[in-house]
Structures are given as structure tokens and as C-alpha cells.
């Protein structure tokens, strides 16, 4: 793993650049490294992986690239850090203060504006004088505080232990799966058609190791997806949203 080291406050949020909560939550790391990187905090990611390309140094890059992420992360390949946390799923988020004290954590989804206030609270010594900014806005529905959320489907994988392909398994499966959207886990280079409960909708086209959002409902909804795979392309798993209450078939 890189050496990271941090003067001041440090934010360290362990996640995998290829699994569907942590990618949700990566926009408001990224914000907050903008936001606070000049009043003295240090954001430092750690790609814990859930997958075998997620260890590969350049297949990391290249997927935290194109995810836009560029806080410094490191690599926990074999998530001994992981271990370490006592992480409880992905993603895990610590705020470490002056001299190594604990003063906030949160595992998974959510609690994003008491993050930041609680980003606030700690650099506010640094410069009491700085006017507190607004937390930053919910990017989704889900994400505001209160907001009622219904739990999706579980994870689905398709094949145990590997990735599926059309070589080894077949040119695609169905899924049927109540959620507020569907993404997959993937890697390599094609094209997924889609199919969504029986009609034709836009494509996926994937263009190496990461996560890729499939479907987005308005609310928590039951529906049939058929995933078809063109090109060179695995599928590790296939993922579900959160979402707001809502009629099924919505």
C-alpha cells in the first residue's frame, strides 16, 4: 500500500471503485476534498477489493479515472486495512482529528450532511474565523435526510467465485429484482442489450473493469431485466438501488 500521512484532520474512506454503495457515495468524497482540502483536511481513499481486478493497480486507476476521483487512494489488495477498520461493508468511512482521535464514523449509504457537519466541527479549531458552508445538496431523493427508503433485492452472482461470459455461460440471463435501479459489476469490452420488462432500452457499453448503472426507476419498483452480452465482457454481479416507496410496476 502507498504511504499516505496527513498533518491535520483526516478523512479516510474505504470503499471498491466497482461496487454499486460505494459508488453512489464517491461524489460526496470527492465534494468534500474540494471543499475542505484548503481549511487543512486530507481525504484519503482506500480501494478495498471485492473482486480480482480490483487489486490491479493499473485496472484501479483507470476505473477511479473515469469515476473522477482524484483524492490520493491507495490500494488494501489483500483489505488488511479492511480488517483492521472492523469495516462492516462497503463503503466504510472514518474521521480521524488531531492526534489520532476517532470522531466519526459511518458504514454504507447515508448520513451525508452529518459527515460533512462533522468535517466542519473539526476544522472549525483550525480557522474559527471561516463561515460554515451549507451542506452539500442530496444528489438523489434517497439521500436527504429522513427520506424513507425501501431495501432492494440482494446482490445477485451469476456464476460463484467468477465473472459470467458468453464463452462459458451463454450469451445472457433474466433477472427479476424489486429496487430503484439495477447496475452490474463488469469488466472487460463490449456491449450488454437490455431488455426491461419485454422493451428494448438503451444499451450498456462497457469499456473495462467498474461498476455500470443499467436501469433507474422513480420509485421502488418490481421489474424483469434481460442482459444480453456482445464483445468480450464478464459480469461479476448484478446490483440493486435503493428507492422511495412507491406502486409496483411504477
Known amino acids: ?16 471503485f466497482a461496487q454499486l454503495n460505494s459508488v453512489r457515495t464517491l461524489a460526496y468524497v ?12 486530507a481525504v484519503i481513499g482506500v480501494q478495498a ?21 482524484s483524492f490520493p487512494t491507495a490500494i488494501d489488495a489483500d483489505r488488511e486495512l479492511w480488517i483492521a477498520y472492523g469495516c462492516e461493508g462497503w463503503p466504510s468511512l472514518f474521521l480521524w482529528g488531531r492526534g489520532g482521535v476517532l470522531r466519526w464514523f459511518h ?13 466542519q466541527d473539526e476544522l472549525r479549531p483550525i480557522d474559527a474565523l471561516a463561515p460554515r458552508q451549507q451542506p452539500i445538496e442530496p444528489l438523489r431523493p434517497t439521500d ?20 459470467w461470459t458468453a464463452a462459458e455461460d ?31 432500452i438503451d444499451a450498456a457499453p462497457i469499456s473495462g473493469a467498474g461498476l455500470y448503472e443499467l436501469t433507474e426507476h422513480p420509485r421502488h419498483s ?16 448484478v446490483s ?5 416507496p412507491g406502486n409496483e410496476g411504477e
Do not use: Q
Open 170 to 200: 451463454g450469451e445472457g440471463f433474466t433477472v427479476e429484482y424489486e429496487a430503484g435501479g439495477a447496475a452490474v459489476t463488469a469488466e472487460g469490452k463490449g456491449e450488454l442489450a437490455l431488455t426491461l420488462d419485454g422493451e428494448p
Open 30 to 41: 470527492e465534494e468534500w476534498h474540494r471543499r475542505y482540502r484548503e481549511a487543512g483536511l
Open 222 to 237: 418490481r421489474h424483469r431485466l434481460a442482459i444480453d452480452l456482445a464483445g468480450e465482457v464478464g459480469i461479476w454481479s
Open 107 to 119: 458504514f454504507g449509504e447515508g448520513e451525508y450532511a452529518a459527515t460533512e457537519e462533522a468535517i
Open 49 to 69: 477489493p471485492r473482486f480480482p481486478f480490483g487489486a490491479e493497480p493499473e485496472t484501479v486507476a483507470a476505473g477511479l479515472e473515469r469515476l473522477g476521483v
Open 1 to 16: 500500500m502507498a504511504r499516505l500521512t496527513a498533518d491535520g484532520p483526516a478523512l479516510v474512506h474505504l470503499f471498491d
Open 240 to 244: 440493486f438501488a435503493p428507492g422511495l
Open 144 to 163: 436527504a435526510p429522513g427520506a424513507i427508503v425501501v431495501g432492494p433485492s440482494p446482490e445477485l452472482f451469476p456464476v460463484e467465485g467468477r465473472a
